[in-house]
T-cell receptor
Framework: DTGVSQNPRHKITKRGQNVTFRCDPI?????LYWYRQTLGQGPEFLTY????????KSRLLSDRFSAERPKGSFSTLEIQRTEQGDSAMYLC?????????????FGPGTRLTVT | AQSVTQPDIHITVSEGASLELRCNYS??????LFWYVQSPGQGLQLLLK??????LVQGIKGFEAEFKRSQSSFNLRKPSVHWSDAAEYFC???????????FGTGTRLTIIP
């Protein structure tokens, strides 16, 4: 069990550019979640997948945001035409719904800075 | 809609002293409740969880929490804190065990010698 990994760990981009983040969940975890955390706040839910199906998206997820989990394993989160307000820590978590432990395991996050 | 309130933004405790971090939730049905800890540069780590059964739950690192339905609270406690407990603590509520989590704004814990 190597844990949830996220890449890159840090990303600095200029306003208007597109960025893509990757999350690799714990092997065989069928649920994958994306959260966003801004300074001084708790994580806020963005979206989650069960296998490759995207089950729910938050209203926080504007049209500029898109997430995929094409083969039910890793996931990508893309932000198009970044804005300064997108600067945040993007957290990924995974869980296994059949095990019954009800625990989401979080990755270290990707810190995005939009200049 | 579910929500979580952590009334204390920052708490300072002497090493060896007891600790209680407050958490109040709002949710219509039986909630799934969690406490996570976040150290600088680290991901969120689950301390403990409650979804049924005994209302006093034990977690890792010597932490415990008590679910009080009448007060809509799930306060985190530790009898004696260590310097390594300094971190940000988040309370969270979910509609189900594997559903999305709603987090509070967190409580930053500082430990003084």
């Amino acid at each position: 069990d190597t844990g949830v990994s996220q890449n890159p760990r840090h990303k600095i981009t200029k306003r208007g550019q597109n960025v893509t983040f990757r999350c690799d969940p714990i092997s065989e975890h069928n649920r994958l979640y994306w959260y966003r955390q801004t300074l001084g706040q708790g994580p806020e839910f963005l979206t989650y997948f069960q296998n490759e199906a995207q089950l729910e998206k938050s209203r926080l997820l504007s049209d500029r945001f898109s997430a995929e989990r094409p083969k039910g394993s890793f996931s990508t989160l893309e932000i198009q035409r970044t804005e300064q307000g997108d600067s945040a820590m993007y957290l990924c978590a995974s869980s296994h719904i059949d095990v019954g432990t009800y625990e989401q395991y979080f990755g270290p996050g990707t810190r995005l800075t939009v200049t | 809609a579910q929500s979580v309130t952590q009334p204390d933004i920052h708490i300072t405790v002497s090493e060896g002293a007891s600790l209680e971090l407050r958490c109040n939730y709002s949710y219509g049905a039986t909630p799934y409740l969690f406490w996570y800890v976040q150290s600088p540069g680290q991901g969120l780590q689950l301390l403990l969880k409650y979804f049924s059964g005994d209302t006093l739950v034990q977690g890792i690192k010597g932490f415990e929490a008590e679910f009080k339905r009448s007060q809509s609270s799930f306060n985190l406690r530790k009898p004696s804190v260590h310097w390594s407990d300094a971190a940000e603590y988040f309370c969270a509520v979910g509609a189900g065990g594997n559903e999305k989590l709603t987090f509070g704004t967190g409580t930053r814990l500082t430990i003084i010698p």
